[in-house]
């Protein structure tokens, strides 16, 4: 691995179905995910899908590179930039940024297919441990 | 049932401080979440521990409509096998402040497992709406 490496990126579609399915699993029916109407009147112009829903695959892509120790030395902090609307497709990205003998750093996010418009970005760290070569 | 507050900008307090939550983690949550999520992984994905942490602040606050998740911040120490189910969440304030005319509250989670080892840290913004 090394700067300028990037990662294996995935793709997922948000529909309503997906933010009403995630609602449900979470727990989470804020109506600004599940109410258009209610979401239009705060000024969202629609429903938003739970910003959880990204950041699970940003960390399902962190695990598929890193593996253990991803879950055992991994840092990242993300900023939800803009919503994510039901009918977009999405990939995620992370770029290694640079390697020291202690960390890798990367920037991570991810970003609507069609015109690669940034939605989350944010960075992340992996401290080299005992299972680095895992994943 | 303990009557919850809704979560407002002006009666959060910094340092204020969230009671451990107990819980167990069930098979039935990680199929649902594999199903999401398209998962195959054979651990228990560290998703599943924020989402049931963030208990030890809903059993004080119910978040109000129309509030927005900004920011988070993930720190991982421990991987979570499936044999090891029970864990503890507790939780702070953070900090509050305003920015460009909004409130921002940022809460911190820590969750460890039932030997009182650190699992994971979490920190998260909350834009909220009153």
């Excluded at chain 1, 993300?78 to 920037?107: A, C, H, N, Q």
Aim: charged fraction near 30%.
């Amino acid at each position: 691995m090394k700067p300028g490496d990037k990662l294996k990126e995935i793709r997922f579609k948000i529909t309503q179905e997906k933010i009403n399915e995630f609602a449900k699993f979470s727990g989470d029916f804020n109506p600004i995910h599940v109410d258009e109407e209610f979401a239009k009147s705060v000024g969202l112009g629609g429903t938003i899908a739970h910003g959880a829903i990204g950041m699970a695959y940003i960390m399902k892509m962190l695990h598929s590179e890193f593996g253990r120790n991803f879950y055992e030395n991994g840092k990242f902090i993300i900023k939800f930039i803009s919503p994510m609307r039901p009918g977009y497709e999405l990939r995620t990205f992370g770029e290694v940024k640079k390697i020291s003998d202690e960390e890798i750093y990367l920037s991570i996010g991810f970003e609507k297919v069609d015109d690669n418009s940034k939605l989350v970005v944010g960075e992340a760290w992996i401290k080299k441990g005992a299972h680095s070569s895992d994943g | 049932m303990k009557k919850k507050k809704a979560m407002k900008f002006s009666e959060l307090k910094e340092g204020e401080e969230f009671p451990p939550v107990y819980y167990e983690i069930s098979d039935e949550k990680v199929k649902e979440y594999k199903k999401i999520f398209g998962d195959s992984e054979t651990q228990i994905p560290p998703f599943l521990c924020f989402l049931y942490s963030f208990r030890c602040i809903f059993e004080k606050y119910s978040i109000q409509p129309g509030t927005i998740h900004a920011f988070q911040e993930v720190e991982l120490f421990k991987e979570i096998k499936m044999e090891e189910r029970c864990f503890k969440s507790y939780g702070r304030v953070k900090e509050k402040y305003t920015r460009r005319n909004k409130n921002y509250a940022v809460f911190e989670i820590t969750t460890e497992d039932s030997k009182g080892n650190l699992v994971n840290r979490i920190k998260f913004g909350f834009v909220l709406p009153e």
